[in-house]
């Protein structure tokens, strides 16, 4: 049975992999893997070596510490907070919004997020 951390670093790297609009073949390319192996680390069924995650990351445009993020603390709690899913990258739904959002100019997405954090405070 694979490991939750495993399963964890998988899910981040298929959501980080699906943001950036790359498919698992180019991943696989990029990092000199087949795409296969690829499937295998995001679904958890194989374990991710340091060396391997520190090239994904290179791949992905993102710090080695991005897929560790949102793991469970020693509490139980998520550092994300309670008010945010436990697993809010399995959610098509919020992985279109995010995508969405960032493909707005920057200047009108800085005025997206102050109302998304008005209407927030106002909930």
Same mark, same amino acid.
């Given at each position: 049975m694979p490991h939750? !951390?495993?399963i964890h670093v998988g899910?981040?790297?298929r959501h980080r992999r699906w943001l950036v609009g790359m498919t698992q073949q180019?991943? +696989?390319e990029s990092? @000199?893997? /087949?795409?296969q192996q690829i499937q295998k680390y995001e679904t958890g069924a194989n374990r991710v070596s340091a060396s391997r995650l520190w090239d994904i990351a290179d791949a992905l445009d !993102?710090?080695? =510490?991005?897929?560790?993020?949102g793991?469970?603390?020693d509490s139980g /709690? =998520?550092? +994300?907070g309670e008010k945010v899913p436990a697993d809010?990258? @399995?959610d098509k739904e919020a992985l279109d919004l995010v995508r969405s959002y960032y493909a707005i100019p920057e200047n009108q997405r800085r005025r997206l997020f102050d109302l998304a954090r008005v209407l927030s405070d106002v909930a």
């Open positions: 939750p !951390v495993d899910k981040r790297i180019q991943l +696989a990092v @000199g893997i /087949k795409f !993102v710090d080695v =510490s991005f897929f560790f993020e793991l469970e603390t /709690k =998520s550092e +994300a809010l990258l @399995g």
